[in-house]
């Protein structure tokens, strides 16, 4: 058994159990990421040019 998490001393957790609690939300986080890679950078008004 992967004991990952109690070896860094942040409870029993074991990796499968972080998966699940915890994989979801990484996964939402990597979704956004890539939509907002695939729309673009957003063209910006100020040109910082005078």
Same mark, same amino acid.
């Given at each position: 058994m992967l004991k990952g998490a109690e070896e860094t001393g942040?409870?029993?957790?074991?990796d499968r159990n972080l998966?699940?609690?915890i994989g979801s939300k990484l996964?939402?986080?990597?979704?956004r990421w890539w939509? #907002?890679?695939s729309r673009g950078?957003?063209?910006s #008004?100020?040109?910082?040019l005078t």
């Open positions: 942040r409870g029993n957790w074991t998966y699940f609690i996964h939402d986080d990597a979704a939509v #907002k890679l950078p957003k063209e #008004k100020n040109t910082g």
